[in-house]
């Protein structure tokens, strides 16, 4: 089990950049996949990206693609999502999961812990 906080969440301007990260403790973070999702207000949970725990394995959605980009740093236990060129409806709540062998990388249900999450705003 690992318990995980999210920080960098903001308000920005259409067109702007964040970056997120998410600080991990416990155990062999380095063995856990770790993802990101976002959930906006009357919207279920979404995925965005994961990594696997070597940091080998990529996973996106196709329309954040090219924009965001996931990374870790395994000797800090932390991983971290670059959001570039924002949009209003990237307009959310973004979570960190985390989870050792997730059964399917995209679904929220596949992950057991979870972070308390960190509101990103993009104004237009």
């Known amino acids: 089990q690992v318990q995980l906080v999210e920080s960098g969440g903001g308000l920005v301007q259409a067109g702007g950049s964040l970056r997120l990260s998410c600080a991990a403790s416990g155990r062999s973070f380095s063995s856990y996949y770790m993802g990101w999702f976002r959930q906006a207000p009357g919207k279920e949970r979404e995925f965005v990206a994961a990594?696997?725990?070597?940091?080998?394995?990529?996973y996106y959605t196709d329309s954040m693609k090219g924009r965001f980009t996931i990374s870790r740093d395994n000797a800090k236990k932390t991983v971290s999502l670059q959001m570039n060129s924002l949009k209003p409806e990237d307009t959310a709540v973004y979570y960190c999961a985390a989870d050792p062998a997730p059964s399917v990388v995209r679904a929220t249900t596949s992950y057991t812990d979870w972070g308390q999450g960190t509101q990103v705003t993009v104004s237009s």
């Open positions: 990594i696997s725990g070597s940091g080998g394995m990529l």
